[in-house]
């Protein structure tokens, strides 16, 4: 099953437990399945950036450490510089 399926809106099942703060099914979306954690919706948003705004602060932690060490299947050579480079501007937003 493609556990990165979309909605109408563009949305993942990650960008939903993300704003409903599942931290749980964050954490087996992101560990056991390995979903991107950079998908973006119809509205420019990844699942850190739904996480922050509803003031799901553990939910963005999560994902804002598994940003960092993500690799895109069929990129051994990733070095997490995508992940790392949302991660702060992301950060920097909140500033």
Known sequence: MDMEQRDY?????LHVAAAEGHVEV???LLEACKV???PKDRWNNTPMDEALHFG????????QEYQVQY???GD???DGAQGSQTAHKNLDGLL
Do not use: E, Y
């Open 9 to 13: 809106d563009s949305r993942t099942a």
């Open 26 to 28: 964050v954490k087996f």
């Open 36 to 38: 991107n954690p950079f």
């Open 56 to 63: 799901h602060h553990d939910v963005f932690k999560i994902l």
């Open 71 to 73: 690799t895109p299947p």
């Open 76 to 78: 051994a050579g990733h």
